[in-house]
């Protein structure tokens, strides 16, 4: 199903049944999963033992069953910064976003858990984390868009320019989103540069890295909204 | 109330004042002639030391005090004796004046109790009369008693040698030096000691005591160094005119501790009295000079002693006492009702056991405040329990909607979602298009399921609130309310119970908020001060609710189980302000 290398998995689910299916999900699209965790010191000793390149882990387990994958996902970045990092997570709160991209800004995947139903989009979830994209669940992004408030920064925004907003935060590249929307990829990056303006964030170079930041500030800019 | 021993008969010591008066007056006799003055003056003494002795053998715990006080006196007129010219006359007023000085010493060392506290004053008392005395008639077996001849008088057959008299004479009066220095040593570390009442009782008494010291020591001073220019008189004189402060500080503390338990009993009731400007107990510490008191009220017999505001007692060491037992250095009394059923507990200074009967009148004149305020404490700790279970029981309710919560989210959840990822295989391997359909229905029906759940799970308990905090559960509800809502609250985190309890109470408000009030916008605003955390809830709908409805009941049970208050403004037309106070333990 995929050209790319094989990409070594690390699973760390509670739930023995649903960890069972992810783990065959997982192996029968041709990825390969070099460890299953229940808990939160098992996948921080799996991980440490032998780096994956891409771990799935479930946001609450034991030993608290509080924010185990949030926890874990500070850690490993820490320690392991190439290991990348995609939480699944219950229910659909701007919260816990901010504090995983606060903590890692590439690599990094926050989705609702029943995103496992819908296998393609769920591993292309998993392929884009482990090639270091960022993406943040649609539904997430959505309710967001949707979440009247008064006074809100993004109003400012053209409707285009929260358009390609959410498809950033989802973690679409550039030219991903210029297909999409049926634009030019020199018409994305501008509106890439005034949603910045919009939002009051640095302007910065062009430049692979520094886009990256700007599409992490620019989601964290939106989430944080949010908190306020 | 207080045990105390009966009263004593006082027989015996009226016929020894009667006896004292005639040797005091017999003894001054000889002298009246030609020192009139000074007669009188040292009969005054003795008959003054003997009516004090009276007078406070009339105190049921002075009786003691009172006979050595008829001693004294008797002694000081006998010290009269030695103006009547003959030798073993002499000598007995000599070893009158040592009884006198020690007596004295005794009473002054013991007052106001009825014996010498410690073993070292016995000792002291003893070794001081054997002193004394022995140098007296030491003194009169070697220099002599001196006779108005002129030639000295050896009494018991001595040989009256001069040099033996005059060094007998020296180590006598340096033994007394150490006895004056020893005994104003006691004294002193007495008064350091004293507190309270005991202070009062004791300071007019020292004081003349200390008074007489001074004026003895100055007087034998100057009958060193002055050689006579001081008139003779002035000087003998002086002594019995500084002895009538001893009496005099004595009749003046009995007289104070008599005004005392009148004026103690006045006291506590004028505190206690509306607009009086305290409660019982500060009367009590007022009355009884006594800040350390403390009253415990006996509740029932499951709760035991309470102190007024409901509270256990507790230890000095912090930890919670059985009430029994009183803590050491305390003098703990019992109170019991005119039918005999506990009352209350009061804990005070042990040294206020020598004023039972101030105690007495005190606690007397307290008695139906006491019954009062035993009344007020029982209903307070009755509503400290009553909160207490109420709190016990929401938060019991909170508890078990946190269990149910986990477990939906560890077993239903999982088991829909395992399910589903179940269908879609089945789906790819299915390769009939009707019953693709199928599943498809199948597996959209199941999404159904599975996010009705999450928001049946979501709403028993905000797993977020627990995890995140108040602020990003308040913003996961604005997220799904249909109109715009500003959230306002610190970025901090509280105790679990506060931030439910202001999550469901924001809740509600909110609930209300878009179905009744017509709102078009709400916003929420928590902040923290003065211990307290705040929350409001404005919307700009119709208003006019009522705080009868279910969902402000609801409110309101919430709010009360955890210690706070609420309130409701909602006049019609001008939407609706929730306000809810919450203490903030610490």
Known sequence: MSLEPTLRVVVAEDSGLLRELLVRLLTENG??????????????????????????????????????????????????????????????????????????????????????????RFLEAARRVAAGETVIDSQIVQEMFRRPRPANPLDQLAPSERRILALIAEG????????????????????VTSIGQALGLPSVDDGDRSHVNLRVLAVLAYLRQAQH | MIVRPGRRLWIGPPAAVVVGCALAVAAQWPVLPYRPALAVANGLVGVLFLLTGAFLGAEDDQYGNGRLFVLAGVAWAGIG???????PLKLAGWLCSGLFSVVGVIVLLRYPEDRLAHRHQRVFAVLALVWIEG????????????????????????????LAGQLVETIGRAGLVVIALVFVGLLGVRLAQARGLERRTLTPVLVAAIAVGVVTGVRRAAIVLSDARVP????????????IAIPGGFLLAALQRRLARAAVADMVLSLTRPGGGGDVLTALRAALHDPTLEILYWVDDETGYRRADGTPENRVDGTPGDSTGPPAGRLSIPITTSTG???????????????ASVVDAALSAAMLLLENARLQAGIRAQLAEARASRARIVEAGLAERRRLEQNLHDGAQQRLL??????????AAVPDPAAGRLIDDASANLRDATRELRELAHGLHPAILTQAGLGPALESVAQR????????????????????????????????AVKHAEATRVSVTVTEDDGHLRLRVDDDGVGGARNTGHGLTGIRDRIAAAGGTWSLASPPGEGTTVTAMLPLRR
């Open chain 1, 31 to 120: 990825l390969v999963v070099h460890g299953q965790a229940t808990n939160l010191p098992e996948l921080l000793a799996i991980v440490a033992a032998d780096p994956p390149d891409l771990v799935i882990s479930d946001i609450r387990m034991p030993p608290a069953f509080r924010d185990e994958g949030i926890a874990a996902a500070e850690q490993i970045r820490a320690r392991h910064p190439g290991v990348g990092l995609l939480i699944l997570t219950h229910y659909p709160d701007a919260a816990y976003a901010v504090r995983l991209l606060e903590s890692a800004d590439r690599a990094v995947g926050y989705i609702v858990k029943d995103r496992v139903q819908d296998t393609a």
């Open chain 1, 172 to 191: 679409h590249s550039n030219s991903a989103i210029a297909t999409r929307l049926s634009y030019s990829i020199k018409t994305v990056e501008k509106r």
């Open chain 2, 81 to 87: 004796l030695e103006n009547w010219g003959s030798p």
């Open chain 2, 135 to 162: 140098a007296a008639v030491a003194i009169a077996a070697t220099a002599g008693v001196p006779t108005r001849g002129g030639r000295p008088a050896v009494l018991f057959g001595g040989a009256g040698s001069p």
């Open chain 2, 232 to 243: 003779a008189i002035l000087l003998q004189l002086i002594e019995p005119i500084a002895m």
């Open chain 2, 341 to 355: 059923d506990r009352l209350a507990l009061v804990h005070m200074d042990a040294t206020l056991t020598r004023h």
């Open chain 2, 418 to 427: 395992a399910l589903s990822m179940q269908l879609a295989g089945l789906r």
């Open chain 2, 481 to 512: 309310l249909p109109l715009p809502a500003l959230i306002t609250i610190p970025d901090r985190r509280w105790a679990e119970a506060t931030e439910l309890t202001v999550y469901f109470v924001a809740c509600e408000a909110l609930t209300n």
